[in-house]
């Protein structure tokens, strides 16, 4: 069993400015390995059937305002969001919890404490087109840090999980992915394939950085990866990485909820993540713009320290979100 | 010679049992081994492997067998300029489709069986063994993916509520107006707020299931220049079955033969105006013919 002592607050008071005896530091023993367990279950026994039996079903939907009108919410996301919450609480009451449709702009900050982050629906418009790639991604920091990660899939009921320290499951089994690293051979740009996506921001300069960075990859006089494939979910492209069908993810744009999960499951296979902007080697869970990388062979990091450094001479501007 | 519905739907059933029993756990099984030695292609990009000529030998040795007078284009021993289609039944056969996927281990490669006659697609058969999805279809016999009869959702068709297969290809020589060119900048369009605005698109790297998820009504569209006759064969017929249509994918083009490179199929669950209506607001974002 692997557990990690963290210094969270325990007491539930409220903070005051200059409060500081109203605070309880303590040690807590959290268990990631029976967190993992526990995710696992609710995203396959509560969650999981919810989003296979409504996919494709919800022709009526919510269009995030301004310029991300093909952004959509369904009602199910938040009725999802609302169950995982309540369950977590009741098992984790002194853990937080950021969650996408409860998450408030310039309010919502991830901090030290054990912290759920969570996507209900990741691909939401995979689900409401029926598209067999929409998932839910449950994650937990500590100390800002993705320590467990469990992603699940019901249309190809596909649940991969992770904890640090814990290497990674699929559908409960232990999975080698030392094996796949083997067959997939060195890590090369033009042997790649990358997960890229647009994503609902449709104009100005992050929309021309992303379409440009495209044509960079995929040119002969570029990048010339393999292909790109584009799965419509950060949680999945993540999670596909993992198992070693995917060799990279560039994107900008998703939140920390899209990548907890997914970057728990990957830094346990040997995967990194960075930033989608040249040298940006050290990025927060909530850094907006990512560049996930797969495992190599090589144990020494260069392998994937140079593929990283030669994506990045491909991304034509820098990516930038609020 | 012409084929009867109940003669289809046997030759559709022989497809079937051809895929799940012999070419299906084939392709499952060496999918992502071979990463470190494949030939070259054309370019590096595209890949063929010893797996899919062996897969075709298998195929064409078993249909000989069964329809020792029908006629056999596959992917592997086709000659450009030279090998024809011709009106009689004739199997058109890509081995396994989606050859990246299938070399990196992505779970997206498939075998695709089609017959044509007349050079119309009558039956086809697409086997993804790593998500155990089998679609089939003849003419006039409905379309079923693993023997469920596939029921398309009736959904209204609109390019801004779409989400569109769309791929990179092979073909990247970046020159202003060339396919490569012309493919970018219609993805763009299509995708900004000032154009098409579509929902999404989705690739997956193999022509075949891109048009079954069309057929099944999982995308709304796919639209692809440079793919051949065995890429669209099984899925076209697939596609009719569910109420889908295929057109070409540059403008104007309603009407088109089984290797004409450019090829755009629409889903069905929506009226023939729709299609129509569709297409037109589609082809509107196109920048320039695609030209094989």
């Known amino acids: 069993m692997y557990t990690v002592q963290v210094e969270a607050v325990c007491s539930l008071k409220t903070l005051d400015k200059g409060g500081i005896d109203d605070l309880h530091y303590c040690t807590m023993t959290v268990d990631l390995r029976s967190i993992e367990n526990f995710l696992c279950s609710l995203a396959k026994n509560k969650v999981g059937p919810i989003i296979k039996t409504k996919s494709g079903t919800q022709s009526e939907y919510d269009l995030k305002t301004g310029s991300r009108q093909v952004d959509i919410v369904t009602e199910i996301d938040k009725q999802v969001e609302k169950i995982i919450w309540d369950t977590l609480k009741q098992e984790y009451p002194a853990f937080k919890f950021v969650g996408e449709e409860s998450y408030v702009k310039g309010v919502t900050v991830i901090t030290d404490d054990p912290t759920f982050i969570v996507d209900p629906i990741d691909g939401t418009t995979n689900f409401v087109h029926d598209f067999p790639f929409s998932c839910t991604s449950l994650g937990l920091t500590i100390n800002k840090v993705p320590v467990v990660g469990v992603i699940y899939n019901p249309h190809t009921d596909l649940l991969i999980s992770a904890s640090k320290g814990n290497g990674v499951r699929v559908n409960g089994e232990e999975y080698d992915y030392k094996k796949k690293q083997v067959q997939m051979g060195p890590l090369i740009i033009n042997k790649s394939i990358v997960a890229l996506q647009p994503g609902s921001a449709r104009e100005g300069t992050n929309f021309t950085t992303k379409m440009r960075t495209y044509e960079n990859l995929l040119s002969a006089d570029g990048g010339f990866v393999h292909g790109f494939r584009n799965l419509g979910s950060s949680a999945m492209s993540l999670a596909y990485i993992a198992l070693g069908y995917l060799d990279s993810y560039w994107d900008g744009g998703c939140y920390s909820w899209d990548v907890c999960a997914g970057w728990c499951i990957l830094n346990e296979t040997g995967g990194r993540v960075v930033g989608a902007n040249k040298d940006e080697w050290d990025v927060p869970v909530d850094n907006r713009t990512y560049f996930a990388v797969r495992g190599s062979c090589d144990d020494s990091g260069k392998d994937q320290a140079k593929y990283i450094s030669d994506f990045w001479s491909n991304v034509e501007g820098t990516l930038k979100y609020d | ?292």
């Open chain 2, 1 to 292: 010679m012409s084929l009867s519905q109940s003669e289809l739907k046997q030759i559709e059933g022989a497809i079937v049992k051809l895929l799940r029993e012999e070419v299906g756990p084939k392709i499952k099984a060496e999918s992502g081994k071979y990463l470190t030695v494949y030939d070259d292609k054309a370019n590096q990009v595209d890949l063929v492997t010893k797996s899919d000529k062996n897969i075709e030998l298998i195929i064409k040795a078993r249909l000989k067998e069964l329809y020792p007078t029908f006629h056999f284009v596959g992917e592997e021993e086709y000659i450009p300029g030279e090998t024809k289609i011709p009106a009689e039944p004739t199997f058109i056969v890509d081995p396994i489709d989606g050859t990246t996927n299938f070399i990196h281990g992505f779970p997206y490669s498939c075998c695709s069986i089609g017959l044509a006659v007349g050079g119309k697609s009558v039956v086809g058969c697409v086997f993804n063994p790593h998500l155990d999805q089998l679609y089939h279809a003849s003419k006039g016999n409905g379309a079923f993916v693993n023997d469920e009869p596939i029921a398309v959702a009736k959904r209204p068709l609109t390019l801004q509520k779409s989400v569109v297969g769309l791929e990179g290809g092979a073909d990247r020589a970046d020159s202003p107006g060339s396919n490569f060119d012309i493919k970018m900048e219609t993805y763009k369009n299509l995708l900004s707020d000032k154009g098409g605005f579509v929902h999404g698109f989705r690739s997956l790297g193999s022509a075949a299931m891109n048009i079954c998820y069309t057929a099944l009504g999982i995308f709304d569209a796919y639209w692809e220049g440079g793919c051949w006759a065995w890429d669209v064969c099984a899925g076209w017929c697939i596609l009719e079955e569910c109420g889908g249509t295929m057109i070409g994918g540059n403008k104007g083009q309603w009407d088109i033969g089984i290797d004409h490179r450019v090829y755009f199929a629409i889903r069905g669950g929506c009226t023939a105006d729709e299609q129509k209506k569709f297409a037109e607001e589609f082809w509107a974002q196109t920048t320039g013919d695609l030209k094989y």
